[in-house]
Structure formats: structure tokens, C-alpha cells
């Protein structure tokens, strides 16, 4: 059973072009979750997601950033108009069960390194 | 607000002797601890959990991790460390979906 897949694992971006990130959850798995690693810092949040619904983007930056999970196809992480700022890493992480009443362990994929220029 | 503290960022240490790596958290509500650990350039590995239960949980590789609720810590522990341990390691904690992670404890372990 394979993991969590990302790609690419490494982007480099000019400012002002756009970044698409995706994430291939684990078989089985319906929940998706994106978090941001800047440097010498934690992880953190940014959106949930279920096929084809956005359950909680609270940790996403109001603008330029979107997410999406379609019903067939990875997760996409969309970045318009890239900024220096926005270099990290980019972690998603999946689940088999979700929802906002419980706990669910997420298993993280290797991470999308993105480099703005 | 919920928050998870690792005090430590960066923990030198000497093959074979006994490390701690120090984790509290911040919370009012029933919570879930981890710890992962992160070697460069790679994602996330679970490492051991706490959900319930017994408050003391081990990995397989020998670390073991109590949580403490009067004191709010999750502390990592491992009574002999090797090379391979090197690596970065973080606390985190749930109360829903949402982790939320400590800033990472940079774990060296010299020859």
C-alpha cells in the first residue's frame, strides 16, 4: 500500500507565476489535509478537505492560496502570484475517516519544497 | 489557545547515553499527543502516539513518551541513542482534525 504521494517534491517559482502542489492520498483514504513548513518553524495547518468539499480552510492565507479535491485526481494546492514569503514546505497528510468530531491519525506524504526566486 | 511548546530546538548528545526531548502543550479540552520525527528531506514518521489508555506509549525503535496531564507534557525519551537518531523531531497535539505542531527539536547524536 503505497503512502501519501507529493509532487513534485521540489518547484521553483519566479514571484508572480503560480505553484500547483498535489497530493495523492493513501488508498482508501477520502480526507485531506495540507499544512506549511517555513523555515525553522512547525507545521501548520491550512485547509481539510473531503472529495469535492472544503471542511475548514481557516489556516489559509485570504488570498492568492486555494485548494481543491476533486472526485477523481489528486488534492491540488494552487499558489497565484508567488511571493518570496511563500517558500516552505508544503506537507499533506491523509486519513481514512475524518469529520469534525473526532480524531483520525493523518499520514503525511514527503513534503512539495517550493523555492520563489 | 491551544499551543505546543518544545523548548529545545537543537539537543547534543553522545552515542549511547540517554536523551529527553522536552514537549508541553496547552489545552483545555481532551487531547491527542504525537511524536513525529523528520529526517532531512523527508516527510513525516510517526513515531508513537497517545490517544488513551496507558499514559506511558513505546515505539519500536525504543523510544518511549508519558504523557503527564497535571504537568501538560508529553516528554520523548530514549535510555540509549544512536547515530541513526539524528534527526528532527516534533511534538504535536489534537483535539479535532487539526494538529498543531511545535516548532521541532533538532536531535545530534555524536560518535
Known amino acids: 500500500n503505497a503512502g501519501v504521494m507529493q509532487n513534485p517534491r521540489h518547484l521553483v517559482r519566479r514571484r508572480g507565476q503560480e505553484a500547483r502542489l498535489r497530493c495523492s492520498p493513501m488508498?482508501?483514504?477520502?480526507?485531506v489535509y495540507w499544512y506549511r513548513q517555513l523555515p525553522e518553524e512547525g507545521l501548520k495547518f491550512m485547509v481539510y478537505l473531503q472529495k469535492e468539499n472544503i471542511i475548514d480552510e481557516s489556516g489559509m492565507p485570504k488570498e492568492r492560496f486555494s485548494a481543491e479535491f476533486p472526485k477523481e485526481g489528486p488534492s491540488i494546492l494552487r499558489i497565484q502570484q508567488v511571493v518570496r514569503g511563500d517558500s516552505a514546505a508544503y506537507f499533506c497528510a491523509s486519513s481514512p475517516q475524518g469529520g469534525t468530531g473526532g480524531i483520525y491519525e493523518q499520514y503525511f506524504g514527503p513534503g512539495t519544497r517550493l523555492t520563489v526566486t | 489557545a491551544q499551543s505546543v511548546t518544545q523548548l529545545d530546538s537543537q539537543v547534543p548528545v553522545f552515542e549511547e547515553a540517554p536523551v529527553e526531548l522536552r514537549c508541553n502543550y496547552s489545552s483545555s479540552v481532551s487531547v491527542y499527543l504525537f511524536w513525529y520525527v523528520q529526517y532531512p528531506n523527508q516527510g513525516l514518521q510517526l513515531l508513537l502516539k497517545y490517544l488513551s489508555g496507558s499514559t506511558l506509549v513505546e515505539s519500536i525503535n525504543g523510544f518511549e513518551a508519558e504523557f503527564n496531564k497535571s504537568q501538560t507534557s508529553f516528554h520523548l525519551r530514549k535510555p540509549s541513542v544512536h547515530i541513526s537518531d539524528t534527526a528532527e523531531y516534533f511534538c504535536?497535539?489534537?483535539?479535532?482534525?487539526?494538529?498543531?505542531f511545535g516548532t521541532g527539536t533538532r536531535l545530534k547524536v555524536l560518535a
Open positions: 504535536a497535539y489534537s483535539g479535532t482534525y487539526k494538529y498543531i
Open positions: 488508498k482508501g483514504h477520502s480526507h
